[in-house]
T-cell receptor
Framework: AQRVTQPEKLLSVFKGAPVELKCNYS??????LFWYVQYSRQRLQLLLR??SRESIKGFTADLNKGETSFHLKKPFAQEEDSAMYYC???????????????FGKGITLSVRP | DGGITQSPKYLFRKEGQNVTLSCEQN?????MYWYRQDPGQGLRLIYY???????QKGDIAEGYSVSREKKESFPLTVTSAQKNPTAFYLC???????????FGDGTRLSIL
């Protein structure tokens, strides 16, 4: 069974400070990892996925298979980054049941001015 | 961003009553999902459907039922058997395994 762990519930930083949101996973195969973000009063939306290897809104995340981690990082936080962030995992093959996402419990990022 | 519409936005249920949450998508996506979002719990999968007339239980299906009679619609019924129905319910859809899931705005269900 797959599992996603986000060890912290809340991270509060000042504007301009670096941010790292931790995500660890448990899965025996090769997973696909995602970060979703939910801003206040908005719908849950995809922030980035590991197979894209791109930076979105200054955020990056690298899949570390050795440490089974997919931490989200940003060098300089902005106030508009304040939101709820979820890490999610999808199993490697799309064969019916494997298309479902397993989410972590989420972390609230608060960026103070 | 349109595509997935959930209604109503807020819903109230009396004790012992069944209620149905609507989820409609015009993205021509094959797969649809229902999640429950609780503070400190993250999103937990209730039911999902890969194709029309087929659906599978997720991790917390007890007290819920679904149907998938049309590709664009995946309604969720919260039955009286669900003892703790107060939550935020999210619907999502997916075209294929290479794409991420798209989410609706959600429905907040409360008990009167």
């Amino acid at each position: 069974a797959q599992r996603v762990t986000q060890p912290e519930k809340l991270l509060s930083v000042f504007k301009g400070a670096p941010v790292e949101l931790k995500c660890n996973y448990s899965y025996s195969g090769s997973p696909e990892l995602f970060w979703y973000v939910q801003y206040s009063r908005q719908r849950l939306q995809l922030l980035l996925r590991h197979i894209s290897r791109e930076s979105i809104k200054g955020f990056t995340a690298d899949l570390n298979k050795g440490e089974t981690s997919f931490h989200l990082k940003k060098p300089f936080a902005q106030e508009e980054d304040s939101a709820m962030y979820y890490c999610a995992l999808r199993a490697e093959t799309f064969t019916g049941a494997n298309s479902k996402l397993t989410f972590g419990k989420g972390i609230t990022l608060s960026v103070r001015p | 961003d349109g595509g997935i519409t959930q209604s109503p936005k807020y819903l109230f249920r009396k004790e012992g009553q069944n209620v149905t949450l609507s989820c409609e998508q015009n993205l021509n996506h094959d797969a649809m999902y229902w999640y429950r979002q609780d503070p400190g719990q993250g999103l937990r999968l209730i039911y999902y459907s890969q194709i029309v007339n087929d659906f599978q239980k997720g991790d917390i299906a007890e007290g819920y039922s679904v149907s998938r009679e049309k590709k664009e619609s995946f309604p969720l019924t919260v039955t009286s058997a669900q003892k703790n129905p107060t939550a935020f319910y999210l619907c999502a859809s997916l075209q294929n395994s290479n794409q991420p899931q798209h989410f609706g705005d959600g429905t907040r269900l409360s008990i009167l």
